[in-house]
Every structure is written in structure tokens, then in C-alpha cells.
């Protein structure tokens, strides 16, 4: 029966929310240019008087716009704030973080751009002399949190007078992920759609949506009983109507929602809170389908259902209950299937073609890149798992596909796709591996939750580290420091560290001191180190007090390097954590750039490799990749491309090479090459005898400087997210952030240490 999964979504307290809003660039959004403007060239060609050019193009014909704008691709947002999720109406600006958020959804889900944009009327009229004339800047227009009986008003009218899809989410987001469900419920209780009773309580925006979308893939009107606040909408009803409640009154002598749902099939729920009584559900047929999808409570807990019924189908809106019908599953891949055939609408073959797809992409066995986005339970279709979880990988495929064909069938598609083959293509390579691998990351660790040592426990971005550690249930946070300096610096913050799993240790107090010590005696009495030295150090360092937790077992786990240089803090570590017995120890860099990720290596330790290193870094850096998911494909790479230019310092490297040869080893690496010819297939394509099957994707740097100046030029030049120097081959996990590092670094860090502690 469904109940809360034990890995129940992350909770996040309202300081985090508006710390994380706040935090660098206020807000979610920012705008990058596409094209270079660097030489007085580029601003010729991209303003006056080069862009006379295309503004005459588009002119002659529109359809260039596609081709020359960024319309093609982009969605705007648009809200009056009205009924801004469960929160009711609160405006437009108060809208603003929502909107934001669903724009960067529909960039991080299917690689749309989006904006949005927040009209500051409640007047239907006005809204919609807004929008209208917005349409030569978009693609298509996402209407966001209008409140109905407007919100239908204006999407018609917008639908009518604009020729790019205009799309209400929380009509037919939810009606199509609501659908999608409901399918396969229908399914698994074996029940045809035609003779199925269903009761939709709510008559706002999503219930009328959702009941026309379920009228218009085949259930029976006369099979549909829809109730508001004032009870059943039947035919002859006058209290609290509306021409949208009207077209879906029916005939009935039923008045309640209790009446309605004797010996119902299904209830649909979106309404409020506790609409749904035990009793109802007791009352309705064999086998009920009940969706309490009311936000952020539902109309009835699982758990009240599983208290008296055990055949019931449950689902709701939220992420840590089974079967979570949330709209994100749905908008960003419908505007990509959408945009990508510049459908000049979203129609109901469109939004069933979705449903279904959704429906069967739950039906197919979960293979296993896609068992990690659902925490490792690899789901079999059934009662608990009837769609997809957002993080499903195959979504992205899927959704697009059936929602371009769909309107290239039904006649809407102005550029059809010839290829569909491709296009799936396509659509995979836009999804972002390194999101993934971080979710898998962060899932296994909430699998199996581990104690990390927070070593600069004293430092607010630590201290906020570590309750946003365990606030997303990773785990034990361990903040190392003096007892009463933490807690003055967390009051100061504002930081409650009051919570289960922060522990608090000083060292100096700790009655392992005493084993610490001697333990780092043992290893250091020969390299010079009186035992007095291990003492201080014990006492008043919180890297080596850290380190020897986690050697001696009383810790998995350790991020550190705020107050201190990276090499240092190695250093530190060194002394009491080896090396893995036949490892070397290096740092992996994670780079994501325009949606290629490359792990680049030894960033942290190795200044000047010998090629017997290199080998041994490539090897190590290929296992470490293989770990995070990725099939390695390594460039050992120099300023030279297979002898050309000559030079010295590219030997080592062809040495390097030569030496993988010989261990035989049992993954794809080539080299000497240049960083151009690792990524890019063209200048690849020069080289036909290359070894890579295709652009690398693991880059083995020369020598440490090149590595280390490489990793962060394209951070600060290029807009790159770096993730590390992760430290890879070291005995125990151990992760050193930079000196600068923000909460979120540290949290990252803290799980991929927490993660590598359980492999
Ligand atoms: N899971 C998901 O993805 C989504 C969930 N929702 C949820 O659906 C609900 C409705 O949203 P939306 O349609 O946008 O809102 P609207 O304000 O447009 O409509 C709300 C409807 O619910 C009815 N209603 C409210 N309380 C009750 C009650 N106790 N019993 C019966 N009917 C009731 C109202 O009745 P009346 O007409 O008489 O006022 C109205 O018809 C919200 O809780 C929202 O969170 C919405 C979108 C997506
Ligand atoms: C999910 C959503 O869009 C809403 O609650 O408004
Ligand atoms: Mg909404």
C-alpha cells in the first residue's frame, strides 16, 4: 500500500529557501549571449550594421525569425499571480519566484530558454492586450498560477489571436500528467475508460481541464460527476455556476460528494485539503483510483486510505509519497516537442499523445542508468508505480517525440521533422548528464545515510553545510569547534543548529583524544614528530583530529579546506589517511560547459608527472569516471597532436601512451593530442586513426599547472561549473573545497565524500 518512501523528498527550511534566492546574483535567471562580441567585427555583425541583414530577411518572410532569433527556442512565462500555487492570490511581483523557477525547469528539463514575465492586472482584458502583442519575441507562451474562471478566458482568447502555442499549466499540465496516470490505473485495476465512474472534486482550473482532457480520450460525460465547494455540479444547478461548471453539469439526483462516490471508480481531487473522508473512500467501488492531488496537502493521506482499504490506487501531488503527479513531468517536454516542429499550437492530440507516452514509458522496464533516478528501487509497473518520476532520464526522449509527431499528424506542425530517429538523438544529448550523476549521488547517499566531518565547524557556510546536509537527509553532520564559539556564531547567523544529526565536537574535550594521539604517534614518530607535536596537533588542528575519526572508524567522511590552502589541508590529511593499496592518489575536476561535462585530471596533486604517473593518473581519473557513470573516453593531452608540433615536453605523454599500452588497460584513451582535437569530432576527424570512438570526455593534463589554469579560466572566462578537485585514491573519503567555497560547494562535497565511503 502506498505509504511515505523511506527516502521521503528533502525538506529545506524557509532560511535555506531565501538564502538560496539571495545568494550571488539575486534570483534564478540570467541572460548569456550566444555569439561572440569581443572585436569591433562581432558588434558590427551582431548590431548596426550588420543586423540590417536579417532584420530585412525576416521582413520579407517571417518564418526567418526562426533561424536568425532566439524565438524558436524561447518560452515566455507569464503570470498575474492570482492563484499562485496553493497560495492563493498575492500578486503579481509575489509571483515572480515561481515564474523564475519554472523558467530555469524549462531549461534544466528539456533545454528550453524561458523568461518570465509577470502582468501586473487582474482585468482579463487587460492581461490579454498585454500579452498579444508579445508574440514576435517567442515560441510560445506558458501561462502560469491565473486563477480561474479568467484563467479560461484568457487562454482562449490569447489561443485565438496568437499563432504560437499558448498553454495554462495548471489546466492542462495537470490534466495531462493527471491523464497519464490515470491510464495506467485504469490498467492495472482492469477497467475500460468508456464504463469507468469518476468523481472530480474541484472545478477550477485543473478539474474542468482535467475532466475535458479525460472526455476527450474516451470516457463516457455521462460517466463524470464534477463537484465544487457547493457540492455536484448537476444540470439545473444555479448556486455557484459558471459556463465552464455548466458544460459539464450532468443529469443525476446525487447533490454531495459522499452521494457522488458511491461505488465510484475514481476521484479525482483538486480542491483543498481533506476534501476526501475515509468514509467516502469506504463507499466507493472494488479497487478505487484515488488521486488526492491538492497541494501541498492533499484530500486524503495514503495513509488514511491504507487504514481502511488495501486495494485502493493512491497518488498525489508531492514528491515523497508513490505516484507523484506534479506538472514538471509535463511543460518542459511538451514545448520542446512543440518548439522543435514550431507547432502553432498545443491541441488535444498533442496533450493525449503526451499522456499516453507518459503512460508507457511507466510500462517499460526500468534499465539501469534509469534505476539511480529512482533511488535504486528499481519500480515495477503496478499499483505504486504508475508514472514516471520528474528525474527520469528517458522523459526527455519520450514526451518531445510523441508530442512533435502529434502535431505533425494533426496538421499543426509548421516545420515537420523527416527524421524521427534523429530527433530522439538529438533530444537525449540535451539532457544534463551532470544533474543526473549529482541526483544519483545524492539518492544513494540518502539510501545509505553517512556521518561526515564537517572539520571547520566554526565557520558559518560550514555550519550551513551542514544543516542543509542533514536537512536533505545524507545524513550525520559532525561540526568540529569549540563548543561555545559555534553556537555564538550560529546564533550570530541566524542558524539553528538544533536539530538531530548536527553533533558538535571539540577536540580538545573529546575523550578520544587520547587514541587520536597515540595513533598519530605511531605514524609520525619516525618522520620527526615528538609525541608533544602529535598532541598540539590533535588538540588544535581539525584536520588531523578529522582524520584520524575517519581512520579510526568514528567518522565516513570528511570535507574541509575553508580556513586552509588545498595543499595544506592535503598535507594534513596525508599524514594519517594512504593511499588506496595500489592507487595513486589525484583530483578529478568535473567540468560542465554548454552541456558537455569532462572530468579533468590530476588537478590537485601531482606538480610535474613522470609518464609512469600520467599512466597511473589516466587510470585512476578512467576508474573514477567509470564510478560516476560515465564510460571513459580519455585524451592524454599536450599542446602537440601526435608528434606535431615536435617537443620535448610532449614525450612524456607519448611515453604515457605507450605505457597504457602495455597494462593492456581496458578502457578507450589516445594521445598526444591537443585539447581541440580531444572535443571537438571535427578537428578529431583529421586524425582517422584515432582510438576514441568519440570526443573525450576525460582529459589527462600534462602537468599540474596546465591542469589547474585550464579548470579555472574556464570557470571564470568561460562560464563553466567546476566541480572539485575531487580527491580520488585516497584510503578514506576525504574532500577539500577551495578557500571560497559557498554552502552548496561544501554540500556537494560533503555527499560525493559520503558517496565514495560506500564505494
Ligand atoms: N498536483 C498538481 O500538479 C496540481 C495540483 N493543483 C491543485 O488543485 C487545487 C485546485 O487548483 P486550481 O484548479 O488551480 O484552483 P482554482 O481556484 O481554479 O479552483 C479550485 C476549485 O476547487 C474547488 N474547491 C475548493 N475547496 C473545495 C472543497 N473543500 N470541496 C470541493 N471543492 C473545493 C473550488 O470550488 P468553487 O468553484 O465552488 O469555489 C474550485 O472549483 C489546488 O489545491 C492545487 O494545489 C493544481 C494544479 C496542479
Ligand atoms: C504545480 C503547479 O503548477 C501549481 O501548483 O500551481
Ligand atoms: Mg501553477
Same mark, same amino acid.
Given at each position: 500500500?502506498?505509504?511515505?518512501?523511506?527516502?521521503?523528498?528533502?525538506?529545506?527550511?524557509?532560511?535555506?529557501?531565501?538564502?538560496?534566492?539571495?545568494?550571488?546574483?539575486?534570483?534564478?535567471?540570467?541572460?548569456?549571449?550566444?555569439?561572440?562580441?569581443?572585436?569591433?567585427?562581432?558588434?558590427?555583425?551582431?548590431?548596426?550594421?550588420?543586423?540590417?541583414?536579417?532584420?530585412?530577411?525576416?521582413?520579407?518572410?517571417?518564418?526567418?525569425?526562426?533561424?536568425?532569433?532566439?524565438?524558436?527556442?524561447?518560452?515566455?512565462?507569464?503570470?498575474?499571480?492570482?492563484?499562485?500555487?496553493?497560495?492563493?492570490?498575492?500578486?503579481?511581483?509575489?509571483?515572480?519566484?515561481?515564474?523564475?523557477?519554472?523558467?530555469?525547469?524549462?531549461?534544466?528539463?528539456?533545454?528550453?530558454?524561458?523568461?518570465?514575465?509577470?502582468?501586473?492586472?487582474?482585468?482579463?482584458?487587460?492581461?490579454?492586450?498585454?500579452?498579444?502583442?508579445?508574440?514576435?519575441?517567442?515560441?510560445?507562451?506558458?501561462?502560469?498560477?491565473?486563477?480561474?474562471?479568467?484563467?479560461?478566458?484568457?487562454?482562449?482568447?490569447?489561443?485565438?489571436?496568437?499563432?504560437?502555442?499558448?498553454?495554462?499549466?495548471?489546466?492542462?499540465?495537470?490534466?495531462?500528467?493527471?491523464?497519464?496516470?490515470?491510464?495506467?490505473?485504469?490498467?492495472?485495476?482492469?477497467?475500460?475508460?468508456?464504463?469507468?465512474?469518476?468523481?472530480?472534486?474541484?472545478?477550477?482550473?485543473?478539474?474542468?481541464?482535467?475532466?475535458?482532457?479525460?472526455?476527450?480520450?474516451?470516457?463516457?460525460?455521462?460517466?463524470?460527476?464534477?463537484?465544487?465547494?457547493?457540492?455536484?455540479?448537476?444540470?439545473?444547478?444555479?448556486?455557484?455556476?459558471?459556463?465552464?461548471?455548466?458544460?459539464?453539469?450532468?443529469?443525476?439526483?446525487?447533490?454531495?460528494?459522499?452521494?457522488?462516490?458511491?461505488?465510484?471508480?475514481?476521484?479525482?481531487?483538486?480542491?483543498?485539503?481533506?476534501?476526501?473522508?475515509?468514509?467516502?473512500?469506504?463507499?466507493?467501488?472494488?479497487?478505487? %483510483?484515488?488521486?488526492?492531488?491538492?497541494?501541498?496537502?492533499?484530500?486524503?493521506?495514503?495513509?488514511?486510505?491504507?487504514?481502511?482499504?488495501?486495494?485502493?490506487?493512491?497518488?498525489?501531488?508531492?514528491?515523497?509519497?508513490?505516484?507523484?503527479?506534479?506538472?514538471?513531468?509535463?511543460?518542459?517536454?511538451?514545448?520542446?516537442?512543440?518548439?522543435?516542429?514550431?507547432?502553432?499550437? %498545443?491541441?488535444?492530440?498533442?496533450?493525449?499523445?503526451?499522456?499516453?507516452?507518459?503512460?508507457?514509458?511507466?510500462?517499460?522496464?526500468?534499465?539501469?542508468?534509469?534505476?539511480?533516478?529512482?533511488?535504486?528501487?528499481?519500480?515495477?509497473?503496478?499499483?505504486?508505480?504508475?508514472?514516471?518520476?520528474?528525474?527520469?532520464?528517458?522523459?526527455?526522449?519520450?514526451?518531445?517525440?510523441?508530442?512533435?509527431?502529434?502535431?505533425?499528424?494533426?496538421?499543426?506542425?509548421?516545420?515537420?521533422?523527416?527524421?524521427?530517429?534523429?530527433?530522439?538523438?538529438?533530444?537525449?544529448?540535451?539532457?544534463?548528464?551532470? @544533474?543526473?550523476?549529482?541526483?544519483?549521488?545524492?539518492?544513494?547517499?540518502?539510501?545509505?545515510?553517512?556521518?561526515?566531518?564537517?572539520?571547520?565547524?566554526?565557520?558559518?557556510?560550514?555550519?550551513?553545510?551542514?544543516?542543509?546536509?542533514?536537512?536533505?537527509?545524507?545524513?550525520?553532520?559532525?561540526?568540529?569547534?569549540?563548543?561555545?564559539?559555534?553556537?555564538?556564531?550560529?546564533?550570530?547567523?541566524?542558524?539553528?543548529?538544533?536539530?538531530?544529526?548536527?553533533? %558538535? %565536537?571539540?577536540?580538545?574535550?573529546?575523550?578520544?583524544?587520547?587514541?587520536?594521539?597515540?595513533?598519530?604517534?605511531?605514524?609520525?614518530?619516525?618522520?620527526?614528530?615528538?609525541?608533544?607535536?602529535?598532541?598540539?596537533?590533535?588538540?588544535?588542528?581539525?584536520?588531523?583530529?578529522?582524520?584520524?575519526?575517519?581512520?579510526?572508524?568514528?567518522?565516513?567522511?570528511?570535507?574541509?579546506?575553508?580556513?586552509?590552502?588545498?595543499?595544506?589541508?592535503?598535507?594534513?590529511?596525508?599524514?594519517?589517511?594512504?593511499?588506496?593499496?595500489?592507487?595513486?592518489?589525484?583530483?578529478?575536476?568535473?567540468?560542465?560547459?554548454?552541456?558537455?561535462?569532462?572530468?579533468?585530471?590530476?588537478?590537485?596533486?601531482?606538480?610535474?608527472?613522470?609518464?609512469?604517473?600520467?599512466?597511473?593518473?589516466?587510470?585512476?581519473?578512467?576508474?573514477?569516471?567509470?564510478?560516476?557513470?560515465?564510460?571513459?573516453?580519455?585524451?592524454?593531452?599536450?599542446?602537440?597532436?601526435?608528434?606535431?608540433?615536435?617537443?620535448?615536453?610532449?614525450?612524456?605523454?607519448?611515453?604515457?601512451?605507450?605505457?597504457?599500452?602495455?597494462?593492456?588497460?581496458?578502457?578507450?584513451?589516445?594521445?598526444?593530442?591537443?585539447?581541440?582535437?580531444?572535443?571537438?569530432?571535427? @578537428?578529431?576527424?583529421?586524425?582517422?586513426?584515432?582510438?576514441?570512438?568519440?570526443?573525450?570526455?576525460?582529459?589527462?593534463?600534462?602537468?599540474?599547472?596546465?591542469?589547474?589554469?585550464?579548470?579555472?579560466?574556464?570557470?571564470?572566462?568561460?562560464?563553466?561549473?567546476?566541480?572539485?578537485?575531487?580527491?580520488?585514491?585516497?584510503?578514506?573519503?576525504?574532500?577539500?573545497?577551495?578557500?571560497?567555497?559557498?554552502?552548496?560547494?561544501?554540500?556537494?562535497?560533503?555527499?560525493?565524500?559520503?558517496?565514495?565511503?560506500?564505494?
Amino acid at each position: 500500500m502506498a505509504k511515505k518512501t523511506e527516502n521521503s523528498g528533502p525538506s529545506v527550511s524557509a532560511q535555506e529557501a531565501l538564502e538560496f534566492h539571495a545568494m550571488g546574483r539575486p534570483g534564478k535567471l540570467e541572460v548569456v549571449a550566444t555569439k561572440p562580441m569581443a572585436t569591433q567585427r562581432d558588434l558590427s555583425l551582431a548590431y548596426s550594421p550588420g543586423v540590417a541583414v536579417p532584420v530585412l530577411a525576416i521582413a520579407e518572410d517571417p518564418s526567418r525569425a526562426f533561424d536568425y532569433t532566439t524565438r524558436g527556442n524561447m518560452v515566455a512565462v507569464i503570470s498575474n499571480g492570482t492563484a499562485i500555487l496553493g497560495l492563493g492570490n498575492l500578486g503579481a511581483l509575489a509571483s515572480k519566484p515561481v515564474m523564475e523557477g519554472k523558467a530555469v525547469l524549462f531549461k534544466r528539463f528539456a533545454d528550453v530558454d524561458s523568461i518570465d514575465l509577470e502582468v501586473d492586472t487582474e482585468d482579463a482584458d487587460e492581461f490579454i492586450n498585454c500579452v498579444r502583442f508579445l508574440g514576435p519575441s517567442f515560441g510560445g507562451i506558458n501561462l502560469e498560477d491565473i486563477k480561474a474562471p479568467e484563467c479560461f478566458i484568457i487562454e482562449q482568447r490569447l489561443r485565438e489571436l496568437m499563432d504560437i502555442p499558448v498553454f495554462h499549466d495548471d489546466q492542462h499540465g495537470t490534466a495531462i500528467i493527471s491523464a497519464a496516470g490515470l491510464i495506467n490505473a485504469l490498467e492495472v485495476t482492469g477497467r475500460d475508460m468508456k464504463t469507468t465512474r469518476m468523481v472530480c472534486n474541484g472545478a477550477g482550473a485543473a478539474g474542468i481541464a482535467c475532466i475535458e482532457l479525460m472526455k476527450a480520450m474516451g470516457f463516457a460525460p455521462e460517466n463524470i460527476i464534477l463537484c465544487d465547494t457547493k457540492g455536484v455540479v448537476y444540470q439545473g444547478r444555479t448556486e455557484g455556476m459558471n459556463q465552464w461548471k455548466s458544460a459539464h453539469a450532468v443529469k443525476t439526483d446525487t447533490r454531495s460528494l459522499a452521494e457522488a462516490l458511491d461505488g465510484a471508480d475514481v476521484f479525482l481531487g483538486l480542491s483543498a485539503k481533506g476534501a476526501l473522508t475515509t468514509k467516502m473512500v469506504q463507499s466507493m467501488a472494488k479497487n478505487p %483510483i484515488i488521486f488526492a492531488m491538492a497541494n501541498p496537502d492533499p484530500e486524503i493521506t495514503p495513509e488514511e486510505v491504507a487504514e481502511i482499504r488495501t486495494d485502493a490506487i493512491m497518488a498525489t501531488g508531492r514528491s515523497d509519497y508513490p505516484n507523484q503527479v506534479n506538472n514538471v513531468l509535463g511543460f518542459p517536454y511538451i514545448f520542446r516537442g512543440a518548439l522543435d516542429v514550431r507547432a502553432t499550437t %498545443i491541441n488535444d492530440d498533442m496533450k493525449i499523445a503526451a499522456a499516453r507516452a507518459l503512460a508507457e514509458l511507466a510500462r517499460k522496464d526500468v534499465p539501469d542508468d534509469v534505476a539511480a533516478a529512482y533511488q535504486g528501487n528499481r519500480p515495477k509497473f503496478g499499483p505504486n508505480y504508475i508514472i514516471p518520476v520528474p528525474f527520469d532520464p528517458r522523459l526527455i526522449s519520450a514526451i518531445p517525440l510523441a508530442v512533435a509527431k502529434a502535431a505533425m499528424e494533426s496538421g499543426v506542425a509548421r516545420k515537420p521533422i523527416l527524421d524521427l530517429d534523429r530527433y530522439a538523438q538529438e533530444l537525449s544529448a540535451r539532457r544534463d548528464p551532470i @544533474a543526473s550523476t549529482l541526483q544519483r549521488i545524492y539518492d544513494r547517499v540518502r539510501r545509505q545515510p553517512k556521518r561526515i566531518v564537517f572539520a571547520e565547524g566554526e565557520e558559518e557556510q560550514v555550519m550551513r553545510a551542514a544543516v542543509s546536509y542533514v536537512n536533505q537527509k545524507l545524513g550525520t553532520a559532525i561540526l568540529l569547534g569549540r563548543d561555545d564559539v559555534i553556537k555564538e556564531n550560529a546564533r550570530h547567523a541566524g542558524i539553528d543548529l538544533n536539530k538531530q544529526g548536527i553533533e %558538535i %565536537i571539540n577536540a580538545r574535550l573529546s575523550r578520544r583524544n587520547g587514541i587520536y594521539t597515540d595513533f598519530l604517534y605511531e605514524r609520525m614518530q619516525r618522520k620527526g614528530f615528538l609525541f608533544r607535536d602529535c598532541q598540539r596537533l590533535i588538540n588544535n588542528d581539525r584536520n588531523h583530529f578529522a582524520a584520524c575519526m575517519v581512520a579510526l572508524g568514528d567518522a565516513d567522511g570528511i570535507v574541509t579546506g575553508v580556513t586552509r590552502n588545498y595543499s595544506t589541508a592535503l598535507d594534513d590529511i596525508r599524514r594519517i589517511i594512504d593511499a588506496k593499496p595500489g592507487h595513486r592518489v589525484i583530483g578529478v575536476s568535473i567540468v560542465l560547459a554548454r552541456g558537455k561535462t569532462v572530468l579533468v585530471a590530476d588537478t590537485a596533486v601531482h606538480d610535474m608527472p613522470n609518464a609512469e604517473q600520467i599512466a597511473d593518473i589516466a587510470e585512476e581519473a578512467a576508474g573514477f569516471a567509470r564510478r560516476m557513470g560515465y564510460e571513459p573516453r580519455l585524451a592524454m593531452l599536450a599542446y602537440s597532436t601526435f608528434g606535431h608540433p615536435q617537443g620535448e615536453r610532449s614525450e612524456r605523454v607519448q611515453e604515457a601512451v605507450r605505457i597504457l599500452d602495455k597494462r593492456r588497460v581496458d578502457f578507450e584513451y589516445d594521445g598526444e593530442m591537443a585539447a581541440d582535437v580531444a572535443l571537438n569530432a571535427r @578537428a578529431m576527424a583529421q586524425y582517422p586513426f584515432i582510438r576514441l570512438t568519440g570526443p573525450a570526455n576525460v582529459l589527462i593534463m600534462p602537468a599540474f599547472h596546465s591542469a589547474s589554469i585550464s579548470t579555472k579560466m574556464l570557470q571564470e572566462l568561460g562560464g563553466s561549473t567546476v566541480i572539485g578537485p575531487l580527491l580520488v585514491g585516497l584510503n578514506k573519503p576525504v574532500q577539500i573545497v577551495s578557500l571560497n567555497a559557498k554552502d552548496s560547494d561544501i554540500v556537494n562535497m560533503a555527499a560525493i565524500a559520503a558517496y565514495t565511503a560506500g564505494t
